[in-house]
């Protein structure tokens, strides 16, 4: 296995790739070994204010660019991105630590948004209302602005592409600030747009201090939209700072996702599809399947299987062809995710798989706690990790109360073979989206958000869209 890291590491800026040039620089490490790979350089105050300049220009050329011809360039954009698939999910892996065809998987995902916004933006359609003759009132959609974009690294190619292509798509200017700990990933796929013909200052890639970075964009007047995806005390922080000019915002955070399982549903079938989803991307996802509710009658046995699979999970570096699950991304998770696991024991959970740190880099065992309590700090903060809990519920009326009862709202899962039940349970469980019977709820097409602690505001489908649009009324008389 060669695991030599091949990043261009640099800002773009104005349509220029910035390298070191005497900027701090940033370590990047391979999680899986907890070694140093490439160093990152940070932008400067100077080189925010250039950024801002150019998105501040690069807005006003764009906005008047035909619908058509921005889709082109992002349909190219997307095709550039499938051709570099394997390089770009590589640099994923190496930086990041999920297994290889999971990056893939990302990569191609994100492609796929670049083509559906591309083709969503020719259907952006405004108003005519009614008025006396020889009067008239339109609604017009307009693109909102320079967007600030700051991305995570759970997800750096897919969720700064869920950012990056309806802002495009629309017309607006984006400055993305990508995680520092996955730069590469996301600099490949800002090569991907450049060289699909994407002119200078319309988007931008800004590497830094994160809070240096947001204090700087979200000070300027010239920054009208701000979008994010990280934790909630990021968020609010956020939130703060966007009041003061009133820009408009959208935040997606964290989650703590309840599974409800049913006695009626096909228990093998379940777990087949539960488990290796409980640790893809090793937990480190939003909407990752987390607080396992199952109906007493089956909740033996489903602990049982559930660490029976989850003994079989292969950990290892990525890049090996039989890892299922890679490191966490940084150094911070897995301190973090032993705390939750200690606190848990010590209140009454059975450990029944996993539950210790791996030897090297930032590994952390595939694990079940199984009769956790409400008070453990685990069924209350998102772990973020590879860690499930469970518990047992009676009837409908107690899944759901227990499914409500955090602040968070993201996603929320159910299992079970009678629709009416499901129906129920879809109205009233409290979440930005509910998969019953599946996990697939991150597509272009659809709406992807929370409500609650977990924010506010759509990435995805034409809401996703609609949140770069402002909304004018021009009235003649
Ligand atoms: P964190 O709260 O320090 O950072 C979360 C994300 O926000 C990171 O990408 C970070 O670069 C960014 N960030 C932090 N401060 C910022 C600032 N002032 N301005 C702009 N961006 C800023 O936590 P962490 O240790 O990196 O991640 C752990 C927690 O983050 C998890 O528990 C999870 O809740 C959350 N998270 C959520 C998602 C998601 O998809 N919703 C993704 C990554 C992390």
Redesign the pocket.
Known sequence: MTTGYDADLALLINGSWKLGEGRDLFPVVDPAKGETIAELPLASPADLDEALDAADKGFVLWRATPVEQRAAILHKAAALIRERADAIARLLTQEQGKPLVEAKGEVAGSAQLFDWCAEEASRIYGRVLVRPSGQRAMVLKQPVGPVAA?S???FPVY?MAKKLAPALAVGCSVIA?P??ETPGSCGALMRCLTDAGLPAGVAQMVHGV??E??RHLLGSPVIRKVS???????GR??MRLAADGLKRITM???GHAPVLVFEDCDLDKTLDMVVPQKFRNAG?V?VSPTRFYVQAGIYERFVEGFAARTAQVKTGHGLEADTRMGPLA?V??PDAISALVEDAAAKGARVLAGGHRGNQGFFFQPTLLADVPDHADIMNN?P?GPVAVAAPFTTLDDAIAKANRLPYGLAAFAFTENMRQANLLGDAVESGMVGINTFAISVADAPFGGIKDSGFGSEGGIEGMESYLATKAIHTA
């Open positions: 700051f995570p690294w759970n969720l600030k995680p520092e994160p809070d970075v947001s994010f995806t990280g934790s909630t005390p990021v922080h956020l997606e955070l964290g480190q939003c940084n911070r998770r998102e973020f």
